[in-house]
C-alpha cells in the first residue's frame, strides 16, 4: 500500500503564499506522477497541478503563473508553492500518486487552505 501525508495548510490572507508538501511511502514502485487535486465546498474535486517523474508540469489555467509543483525523487515528496493566493482558492487540496503502469490512484487526507481577510 501507499501512505499519503499532507502538510503545510492553513488560513492566509489575500495575496499571501502557503506552500504544501506531501511526503510519499509505502509500496512505491518508479513509475508514477505526483500532483494536487482540490475540492471546495459544494464543488467537485477538480486539479490544481500534476509533475512526472522526469519533471514535466501541468496545471490548472486558474493557478497558471501563481503555483508551482516540484518534486524530490529520491525523498518520494512533492510540493505546491502558492503566492498571490486568491479567495476562490480556498478549499480542501488534496495529495494525489498515480502508479502510470497500473492506473492506480493514492490520496493524501487532505489539507485546508482558506483565503480570507
Known amino acids: 500500500q501507499v501512505q499519503l501525508v499532507e502538510s503545510g495548510g492553513g488560513l492566509v490572507q489575500p495575496g499571501g503564499s502557503l506552500r504544501l508538501s506531501c511526503a510519499a511511502s509505502?509500496?512505491?514502485?518508479?513509475?508514477?506522477?505526483m500532483g494536487w487535486y482540490r475540492q471546495a465546498p459544494g464543488k467537485q474535486r477538480e486539479l490544481v497541478a500534476t509533475?512526472?517523474?522526469?519533471?514535466?508540469?501541468n496545471y490548472a489555467d486558474s493557478v497558471k503563473g501563481r503555483f508551482t509543483i516540484s518534486r524530490d525523487n529520491a525523498k518520494n515528496t512533492v510540493w505546491l508553492q502558492m503566492n498571490n493566493l486568491k479567495p476562490e482558492d480556498t478549499a480542501v487540496y488534496y495529495c494525489?500518486?498515480?502508479?502510470?503502469?497500473?492506473?492506480?490512484?493514492?490520496w493524501g487526507q487532505g489539507t485546508q487552505v482558506t483565503v480570507s481577510s
Open positions: 494525489n500518486l498515480r502508479n502510470v503502469i497500473t492506473m492506480s490512484d493514492y
Open positions: 509533475i512526472t517523474r522526469a519533471g514535466s508540469t
Open positions: 509505502g509500496s512505491i514502485f518508479n513509475y508514477y506522477n
